[in-house]
């Protein structure tokens, strides 16, 4: 089996995925743009060959890189790159090299549209906040009186909570309809309450081989508007009702044979229309795995290995890997370099070390979103995650 795996030493955890393909017996093929001899040594072990692109950006380099491979190892069986920024350029090389084991442009675009999502949350039975697209002036006015201020303005197909924002009054309202928007923007109701997601392996025919919730205190685009500090955490287990929900949901987008990262939000206040406290309500689905170190904690959280498990599906279409171990609520909290913190990261070893299962620094565009410095730590209770949360957080 063939595999081309786009950008396998971006992030840096990302070999894992080849690594995990390469001794189920695959050949994989990387495509970068770090030189060779930049390469980590655990990304050059996980991989058959490596293309250097001098930019991913380029289709056309990456095209070649792909036909040198089909010409080289025989035709491409899968071709993948598990990040939210390459699925575009993923599902239109696909189409262009005859990949039939992923989604083609026309279906990803409709995967990644956050107004074509709506129908198919709709026919799935999930409640969605009420959208319109930015175009007509009068019809987003409209809108807004209709729903009520503030509401929120975010990209129809953006990355993360990059360019998202919340439209507080008419004013603001107003800045945006004459703004020079650099892509197509959506304004939505506001709705307000905790972000949760989902996370699942699916098979050839949508079923999960694992499930896994993580649960956001903190509002990512607040986060990264007013650069607050970070925590979140996966659990041991799954709520019932957001697995219903999420398995329609899967059923409904059509998606099988991928990892799924899917956003909703939990409501803490009643919203007519959408739900009562509690309730949940769908935000976006992500046809790739949760981004960073995600993978991970879902590993320390449930004691098995998501890398494989999503590997085992590419190879024979199911895993063996997926039996839960001792679970942990693994909480992830970073500091800024920005701000001074009470404890260095020393500190923070001594104090937590014996449960600290990850830490170091992340990439610098990764900063923005998720801090400078990050601390995983396995732990039994999530009141011992709040504690852990708040040592790594406070401030001199």
């Not at 030493?9 to 930049?38: H, K, M």
């Not at 575009?88 to 990949?99: E, K, N, T």
């Amino acid at each position: 089996m063939n595999v081309v795996f786009i950008s396998p030493q971006f992030p840096e955890n990302y070999w894992n995925w080849c690594d995990s393909l390469r001794r189920n017996g695959a050949t994989v093929l990387g495509i970068g743009d770090t030189p060779y001899d930049n390469l980590a040594p655990e990304v050059i072990a996980s991989l058959d060959e490596y293309y250097w692109v001098s930019s991913l950006e380029d289709y056309d380099q990456v095209f070649r890189a792909v036909a040198f491979f089909s010409y080289k190892y025989g035709k491409i069986d899968w071709l993948e790159s598990q990040n939210e920024y390459w699925l575009a350029q993923d599902a239109r090389l696909r189409d262009d090299f005859h990949i039939t084991t992923g989604a083609g442009a026309a279906q990803m675009s409709q995967w990644q549209s956050k107004a074509e999502m709506k129908p198919l949350y709709s026919a799935a039975g999930v409640p969605t906040a009420r959208q319109v697209r930015v175009f007509d002036p009068e019809e987003v006015r409209a809108f807004a009186r209709e729903v009520g201020f503030p509401v929120f303005a975010k990209p129809e197909r953006g990355v993360g909570a990059g360019g998202a924002f919340k439209v507080a009054d008419e004013a603001e309202l107003e800045e945006l309809l004459v703004a020079e928007l650099d892509e197509p923007y959506v304004i939505e109701e506001f709705v307000t309450g905790d972000i949760c997601t989902y996370e699942a392996v699916l098979d050839a025919d949508g079923n999960p081989l694992f499930e896994n919730q993580t649960e956001c205190p903190v509002d990512i685009a607040s986060t990264v508007v007013d650069m607050l500090d970070v925590w979140f955490y996966t659990c041991p287990s799954v709520d019932p009702k957001l697995a219903k929900l999420a398995r329609a949901t899967v059923k409904s987008f059509g998606v099988t044979r991928r990892f799924v990262h899917m956003e909703f939000f939990r409501l803490t206040a009643d919203k007519p229309g959408l739900g009562k406290v509690g309730d949940y309500v769908g935000l976006e689905v992500n046809v790739r795995a949760p981004g960073g170190f995600n993978p991970d904690m879902i590993d320390f959280a449930h004691s098995f290995d998501v890398y494989q498990i999503w590997a085992d599906m590419v190879t024979t279409g199911g895993s063996t890997h997926a039996s839960e171990g001792e679970t942990f609520f693994c909480v992830f909290a970073s500091q800024r370099d920005c701000y001074e913190y009470a404890h260095s990261y020393q500190e923070i070893l001594e104090q937590y070390g014996d449960v600290i299962c990850m830490h170091g620094r992340l990439a610098d565009v990764l900063s923005d979103d998720m801090g400078n410095t990050f601390f995983m730590a396995r732990l039994k209770s999530i009141e011992d995650g709040e504690r852990f949360a708040s040592f790594v957080h406070q401030r001199r």
